[in-house]
């Protein structure tokens, strides 16, 4: 699923796959549209797809409560996490997920086609789909508000300016500079953010969206299918609600591990320093 360079990378769809390997776990289906068919690098990915969404309390917590997320593009599957937490926003409405990364979920479930699950024209960019396969379409999760070459369609928030858009999301302070030049590169008449608060857009009705505004990156639209794909320079710096910091942190518990008996994170030389003399 991740290239050398530790990017995703879209595989081809291979249906004996979703024949053989049906959903092994409860999971959510997140469709990931901003990217187009461009590289991006894994805490990208995973920014993009874990957060923010309506999701009920049965589906965080319980006996039908999820326990995978993937992420999907072109209805592939691109990236798989166990999901550990639910985590509220300021308002108390609105999830992120914390996800842990696991080589055995990216063998099982990568490229998977999910067509199946994302019925033409279908606009909710989340999908609940139990072990069985059947996806509960009138579950879940959350409605984006409409297509992308819709941007005013209902439930999104229109705001009168780029920087009003800006200080509504909670965009890092120190990122806002490199943003506002982005944006005046671009040729746009509505600025928004959809119901699930997971970035900045701008565009003209009628038209593809011109670029993404993302808390650790921008999406620009270059052509059909075609997206540059900007990190910022403090993607690990911490954003608003943890979601980068929280990246950080697994990728140093990946490196070291966790102890089995306190799930303190190790220090480099493996030994917990609680548990082992």
């Not at 842990?100 to 279908?122: C, M």
């Not at 439930?155 to 965009?171: I, Y």
């Not at 306190?262 to 082992?276: E, F, I, K, S």
Request: net charge negative; glycine share 10%; with cysteine.
């Amino acid at each position: 699923m991740l290239d050398t360079d530790g990017c995703a990378r879209l595989r081809p769809h291979d249906t004996e796959v979703l024949m053989d390997v049906p959903f092994q776990h409860r999971v959510i289906l997140v469709k990931l549209t901003q990217f187009g068919s461009a590289l991006v690098p894994a805490e990208v990915l995973y920014d993009a797809a874990h957060a923010w969404w309506r999701v009920a309390a049965h589906r965080r917590h319980g006996p039908e409560a999820v326990e995978v997320a993937l992420a999907v593009r072109d209805n592939a599957v691109v990236g798989a996490w166990w999901v550990e937490a639910w985590t509220p926003d300021d308002d108390g409405v609105r999830w992120s997920f914390e996800g842990r990364e696991d080589p055995a979920l990216d063998i099982l479930y990568e490229g998977l086609d999910v067509t199946t699950w994302f019925p033409r024209g279908a606009q909710n960019p989340l999908r609940y789909v139990g072990p069985d396969g059947a996806a509960e379409q009138g579950d879940p999760l959350d409605d984006d508000g409409g297509t992308d070459e819709d941007p005013a369609s209902a439930g999104r928030a229109t705001f009168a300016s780029f920087d009003e858009a800006l200080q509504d999301f909670g965009m890092p302070v120190e990122n806002r500079a490199r943003l506002r030049e982005i944006a005046a590169g671009l040729n746009f008449t509505t600025v928004w953010i959809p119901p699930a608060r997971s970035y900045v857009a701008v565009g003209t009705p009628g038209k593809p969206v011109a670029a993404y505004f993302g808390v650790g990156y921008v999406s620009i639209r270059r052509g059909p299918n075609d997206y540059e794909v900007v990190e910022l320079p403090n993607f690990r710096g911490g954003p608003r609600r943890g979601g980068q910091a929280d990246v950080a942190r697994r990728l140093d518990e990946r490196a070291f591990g966790t102890c089995p008996t306190c799930h303190t994170q190790l220090p480099a030389n493996g030994r917990c320093d609680t548990c082992d003399d």
